[in-house]
């Protein structure tokens, strides 16, 4: 009777490892070195490769589809948000892309949770043509979703040095611009004062919020 020690894998151990060897073979890594790799080591690396160009790629697609709303714009808050929305997604992307280099997702929910970033920047770009308070609501989802990514990668990687100060600075700052934005949506319901108005308000606390969560963390950008 055969020994059940000479059977091989099960056919979707293997399936399974090779489509990973395939997804690291397309994301760049092609030595044989990394093909020889533990399943855990390719596991890492092709999802690693596979979120940062795919997030790449969805970034570049969300600020294109953005432009077809320009004329559907028609109140002068709206150009004024319109523009501010995608100066602040680039300086967004200025800290995220390299953060997410250094804390890559190690589980599928991770993956999840950075396509439901990208999902929100399209919402924070689409609100602009409906109303202010709509626009807030959709800042809210997108640092509420920034605050789970920042936790998860805290509990995944335990930073140190400039890299935790980093993810403690925005865990405590996304809390503090989620209150403010909530204020301002009470404003608006509550209060007479224009969209205009309320608006400029947003801007200046973010990029106040923005400089000096920069400065806690030594680096400095223009927003």
Known sequence: MPSSKGAGSPPCSCTYHGLLI?????????????????????????????????????????????????????EPWQYVVFVFVYLDIVDYWIDYGPALKKFPPKREIDVLLDVSIMFALFLYIYSTQISLTY?????????????????????????????????????????????????????????????LVLLSIFIVCRILIRFVASWKYKKIHFL
């Open 135 to 195: 626009f807030l609501g959709a800042f809210i989802l997108l640092r509420v979703l920034d605050y789970f990514w920042l936790l998860s990668s805290k509990s995944e990687y335990h930073p140190t040095g400039q890299d935790k100060a980093f993810v403690d600075t925005w865990l405590s700052f996304n809390l503090i611009e989620c209150a403010v934005s909530l204020g301002l949506i009470l404003c608006k319901l509550f209060t007479p004062l224009s969209s």
């Open 22 to 74: 395939l997804i690291v073979n397309i994301f760049g890594f092609n030595s044989n070195s990394d093909v020889q790799a533990p399943k855990d080591e390719l596991q890492y690396y092709a999802m690693k490769n596979f979120s940062l160009k795919f997030l790449d790629i969805m970034l570049g697609i969300v600020m294109g589809l953005g432009f077809q709303w320009w004329p559907e714009l028609k």
